[in-house]
C-alpha cells in the first residue's frame, strides 16, 4: 500500500546551522507534499509545501525540494534556531476524487543554543 | 491559537465508557477531519467532512462514530474502546475539502484507554 518515509528520526543541530530531513513516497500517483511543524501540546502546523508541478520552493528560512522520478523529497531549514525545535512531518497526498493523505513517522529536532 | 478548539483535552476511559471528543472551529470553514496520533504510528486520518456531508472513512472500526451537526461543530463518540485506542485525537478544519486546502488543527485530546 501507500507509505511515506522520513529520515532521520531525531536529528541534533548547533543553532545556526542547516537541517535537512529527507522523505521517500511510493505512490508515483502522489502529487502534493506538505510539511508540518508539531511543538509540545500543539496540533500540527503547516509549514510550507509543494505540489508535483514544481521542483523546489522556498519561504525566508525554509526550503522544500522535490525529486518526482526519485520520489523523493526533502525540508531544508537554515540558520537553525532553538524555537526551530519541534516534531516535523512529511505526507504526500493523493486526489482519489476525494484525497488521501498519508503522513511520515516525524523527525524530532533539537537547536541546541 | 489556530481558531480550532477541542474539548476535553484529557480523557481517562474504561472499555466499557461511552464518551464524546467535540471540536469547534471559528474559521469558518466548510471542511473537518479527525485524525488519531499514536505514539509508534504515523498520523491517520480517520473522517473528513465537507459540507456536513462525510466523504472519507478510512477503515475506522465502528466503535468510533463521527457526528457533524454543522459545518463548525465536530464529534467523535466513542464506545467500547481498546487499550490500543489510546492516542491523541486531533481535529483539523479546512475551507473545504480538497487536498490542496491548508489544514489548521486543533490541540488534540489525549485519550487512554484503561
Known amino acids: 500500500g501507500e507509505n511515506v518515509e522520513q529520515h532521520p528520526s531525531t536529528l541534533s543541530v548547533q543553532e545556526g546551522d542547516s537541517a535537512v530531513i529527507k522523505c521517500t513516497y511510493s505512490?508515483?500517483?502522489?502529487?502534493?507534499f506538505p510539511w508540518y511543524k508539531q511543538e509540545l501540546g500543539k496540533g500540527p502546523q503547516l509549514i510550507i509545501d509543494i505540489r508535483s508541478n514544481v521542483g523546489e520552493k522556498k519561504d525566508q528560512r525554509i526550503a522544500v525540494t522535490l525529486n518526482k522520478t526519485a520520489k523523493h523529497f526533502s525540508l531544508h531549514i537554515t540558520e537553525t534556531q532553538p524555537e526551530d525545535s519541534a516534531v516535523y512531518f512529511c505526507a504526500a497526498t493523493i486526489d482519489t476524487g476525494g484525497f488521501k493523505t498519508i503522513f511520515g513517522a516525524g523527525t524530532r529536532l533539537f537547536v541546541k543554543a | 491559537e489556530t481558531g480550532v478548539t477541542q474539548t476535553p483535552r484529557h480523557l481517562v476511559m474504561g472499555m466499557t465508557n461511552k464518551k464524546s471528543l467535540k471540536c469547534e472551529q471559528h474559521?469558518?470553514?466548510?471542511?473537518m477531519y479527525w485524525y488519531k496520533q499514536s505514539a509508534k504510528k504515523p498520523l491517520e486520518l480517520m473522517f473528513v467532512y465537507n459540507f456536513k456531508e462525510q466523504t472519507e472513512n478510512n477503515s475506522v472500526p465502528s466503535r468510533f462514530s463521527p457526528e457533524c451537526p454543522n459545518s463548525s461543530h465536530l464529534f467523535l463518540h466513542l464506545h467500547t474502546l481498546q487499550p490500543e485506542d489510546s492516542a491523541l485525537y486531533l481535529c483539523?478544519?479546512?475551507?473545504?475539502?480538497?487536498?490542496?486546502?491548508?489544514?489548521?488543527f486543533g490541540p488534540g485530546t489525549r485519550l487512554t484507554v484503561l
Open positions: 474559521l469558518g470553514h466548510n471542511a
Open positions: 505512490d508515483s500517483a502522489s502529487n502534493y
Open positions: 483539523a478544519s479546512s475551507q473545504v475539502a480538497q487536498q490542496t486546502d491548508t489544514q489548521y
